[in-house]
C-alpha cells in the first residue's frame, strides 16, 4: 500500500509512552512528518527529546498537525480531546486512536468537520517498534467511522501501513469489533485470566512444598514456550506434538480448571462490554479517584510470586 497520502501529511502524536513511541518512530522511518504532543513537565517530553523529536504541548500539536493522533491511556483521552478541541475545530482534520474504546463509547464530542479513524497494532509498542526494525512487521487492524470518505479510509489505511511495517496482515474491522474485541481478551485472557491461573497455579504448588522458584518456572516462564508451540503449529498441531502424558493430563483436566460454566461467564463479561456497562463502570472508578485500580497496582507487590520473579530476572534477561 503506497504511504503518499500520508506523507503529504502532517501527523500529530499526543501521548508518547508505550504506544506513542513506537508510533512516532516508525512513522518517521516510514518517511511521514511528525509532531509530539505532551507535557512539558512530565517524562514522555524527556524521552521525545532523548528520540530527536522536537516536544511541544498538546495544543500546539493539534493545531499544526493534519492528522491527530491520541495515543494516550483510555481514561486520559477525553480529558485532552477535550483540552485542544478548538484545535480540532479549525479546518480539515483526521482524528485517529490506537484504540476505539473512548471513540466507541461516547466519550468524545463528534466534531462536524473531523473524520475519525483508528489504527490498532496487535501487540505492544515495544514489540510494535522491534518488528518493524527487524523487517517482519507487526499484524495491525484499521477502522473508519461510519459515514467516513474514501480519502479517509484510504489515509487509515497507509497510516496502519506505515506503524505496522512489513507485515502482510493489513485487516480492515471496525471501531465496535476492535474494541469489543480487546476488552474482551485482556479481561478473560490475556490479562485477567491468565494471571489468575498463573498466580493460582503458582501457589497451589508452593503451598504443597514446592521451591518458588520452580513453581515459577513451571507454572510461569513455560507458558511462553507453549504460546509459541501454539502459535507455530496451530490446535490440532501443537496437540499432535506434545507428549501423551501431557495430552491425556490436558483432556482429562484441563475442562475441571476451565469447565463448561465458564462460558456463561465469558458471554456475560462479553455482554458488560457491548452494553457499556464496563466502560461506565471504568469512567465511574476515575472519577472517584481510581482506588480500585491503585489497588490492582499494588495487589502483587512484596508476594512470594513477586519476590520469585525479581529473583529469577537476571536469569530472564540473559541472551537467549
Not at 532523548?50 to 516536544?55: A, I
Not at 501487540?123 to 523487517?135: I, K, N, T
Not at 490436558?250 to 455482554?271: C, L
Request: proline share 6%.
Amino acid at each position: 500500500m503506497p504511504l503518499e497520502s500520508l506523507q503529504t501529511k502532517k501527523v500529530a502524536i499526543l501521548g508518547y509512552g508505550n504506544q506513542g513511541r513506537a508510533h512516532a518512530a516508525n512513522l518517521r522511518d516510514s518517511g511521514v512528518s511528525v509532531l509530539v504532543g505532551a507535557r512539558e513537565s512530565g517524562m514522555a517530553w524527556r524521552h521525545a527529546v532523548d528520540d530527536g523529536f522536537s516536544p511541544c504541548s498538546f495544543s500546539q500539536a493539534a493545531s499544526a498537525a493534519d492528522v491527530v493522533m491520541f495515543l494516550l491511556p483510555d481514561t486520559v483521552i477525553p480529558t485532552v480531546y477535550a483540552e485542544v478541541e478548538s484545535e480540532l475545530s479549525s479546518g480539515e482534520k483526521w482524528i485517529g486512536f490506537a484504540h476505539g474504546f473512548s471513540f466507541q463509547f461516547g466519550r468524545l464530542r463528534r466534531l462536524p468537520k473531523a473524520q475519525y479513524f483508528l489504527a490498532a497494532p496487535k501487540g505492544a509498542g515495544s514489540v510494535l517498534r522491534a518488528r518493524f526494525c527487524s523487517g517482519e512487521g507487526l499484524p495491525t487492524v484499521f477502522a473508519v467511522a461510519p459515514g467516513s470518505t474514501e480519502t479517509t479510509r484510504r489515509l487509515a489505511l497507509s497510516y496502519a501501513r506505515a506503524i505496522a511495517g512489513a507485515t502482510p496482515f493489513l485487516k480492515e474491522t471496525t471501531f465496535q469489533l476492535e474494541t469489543e474485541g480487546d476488552l474482551f481478551a485482556e479481561q478473560v485472557i490475556l490479562v485477567g485470566g491468565v494471571m489468575e491461573l498463573m498466580r493460582n497455579a503458582f501457589q497451589t504448588l508452593v503451598e504443597n512444598g514446592h521451591p518458588p522458584e520452580m513453581a515459577f518456572f513451571d507454572t510461569c516462564q513455560e507458558l511462553t514456550a507453549t504460546l509459541d508451540l501454539f502459535i507455530k503449529s496451530g490446535p490440532s498441531g501443537m496437540l499432535a506434538k506434545i507428549s501423551p502424558t501431557a495430552l491425556y493430563g490436558a483432556a482429562t483436566r484441563g475442562p475441571r480448571v476451565v469447565p463448561p460454566e465458564t462460558r456463561a461467564t465469558m458471554q456475560a463479561i462479553f455482554s458488560e462490554i457491548r452494553e457499556g456497562t464496563f466502560a461506565r463502570e471504568l469512567q465511574a472508578e476515575v472519577a472517584a479517584g481510581g482506588a480500585v485500580l491503585q489497588a490492582a497496582r499494588a495487589k502483587e507487590q512484596g508476594t512470594v510470586w513477586d519476590k520469585t520473579y525479581a529473583e529469577l530476572k537476571p536469569y530472564f534477561e540473559q541472551p537467549k
